[in-house]
């Protein structure tokens, strides 16, 4: 069964950087796109980023392509997203996705398997 474990959310300031970390256990890492979701109190989940199994495409949800990088370590069956000039609005639960399929990457509900969330607050 795979199992997504995500690491390196707290609390910062506005302006600040914070990254991301996933790891994937039980799964060959490789075969997988992997991705972020966000989810803000009261509102829906939200696409942050995917990255394909080899890591040469990456896909961004609107305005996240200037701000946030995703990237991946296939040695390390690790995810990253490394977020720059935070704002309050990016406060969420932050949400590491994996799937077998490549396609349909900008909808969170085609993603299989999900971590439990690392709290990223930004603070004004």
């Known amino acids: 069964q795979a199992h997504l474990v995500e690491s390196g959310g707290g609390l910062v300031q506005a302006g600040s950087s914070l990254r991301l970390a996933c790891v994937l256990s039980g799964r060959t890492f490789s075969r997988y796109v992997m991705g972020w979701v966000r989810q803000a109190p009261g509102k829906e989940r939200e696409f942050v980023a995917a990255?394909?199994?080899?890591?040469?495409?990456?896909y961004y949800g609107d305005g996240m392509k200037s701000r946030f990088n995703i990237s991946r370590d296939n040695v390390k069956s690790t995810v990253y997203l490394q977020m720059s000039s935070l704002k309050p609005e990016d406060t969420a639960v932050y949400y590491c996705?994996?799937?077998?399929?490549?396609?349909?990457?900008?909808?969170?509900?085609?993603?299989?398997?999900w971590g439990q969330g690392a709290q990223v607050t930004v603070s004004s």
């Open positions: 996705v994996a799937k077998e399929y490549h396609g349909d990457y900008y909808r969170p509900r085609t993603y299989d398997h």
């Open positions: 990255i394909s199994s080899s890591g040469a495409t990456s």
